[in-house]
């Protein structure tokens, strides 16, 4: 049984409607909403998410909770970006989910993304100074967005007086949420 550790923790996920990665949002969702943590996920628009297994064959539909442009990103104590080659490509066209992860680096506010997930990052212009790791065909990205990165199942950086935790892979799950749940936790 799950301890609720999380108990008044706010997380917001956000994801396009179709491609995101399913274990990268299923499994961290269902993961933080055990150990007591409220969890959001807000996609592009209202219709349902349908999310990819190895961004080829089709996985689970998920329900939204909301959209986007509906979220109060303010009332967050962590973002969510999981991957999937396409979610990531398609997030980083969407002007609000980039001036979302601006408003969670600009308030100090923490933020976790896996695999393509710092796509999002790059594109937000949030990465000077920071650390991090990603799907190794991100890494080029990265680093000319003024990153470092590093080849490590999860990396936490606190850099710039906001934590950043980044993993590589689905493979690497059980680190980037024990990294996660140890950040907030911290943060209770």
Not at 104 to 130: M, Q, T
Request: hydrophobic share 40%; glycine share 8%; with cysteine.
């Amino acid at each position: 049984m799950a301890q609720n550790t999380l108990n008044g923790r706010r997380v917001l996920a956000i994801v396009t409607n179709y491609g995101v990665e399913q274990d990268e949002l299923v499994v961290p969702v269902q993961h933080l909403r055990e150990r007591g943590a409220q969890v959001d996920v807000a996609a592009v628009s209202a219709e349902e998410i349908s999310t990819l297994v190895g961004d080829k064959d089709p996985g689970e539909t998920v329900t939204p909770d909301l959209t986007l442009a509906d979220a109060d990103t303010s009332s967050y104590d962590l973002l969510l970006i999981p991957g999937g080659t396409i979610n990531a490509d398609g997030l980083r066209l969407d002007g609000t989910a980039v001036s979302t992860v601006r408003a969670f680096a600009d308030s100090g506010r923490k933020v976790a993304a896996i695999c393509h997930g710092p796509w999002l990052l790059v594109e937000a212009g949030v990465l000077e100074g920071k650390t991090l790791t990603s799907y190794p065909s991100v890494a080029t990205d990265i680093r000319n967005a003024k990153g470092t990165w590093v080849d490590k199942a999860v990396m936490h950086c606190g850099a710039n007086d906001w934590d950043l935790i980044t993993s590589r892979t689905p493979d690497d799950l059980e680190d980037f949420l024990r990294e996660i749940d140890a950040t907030l936790g911290a943060a209770a």
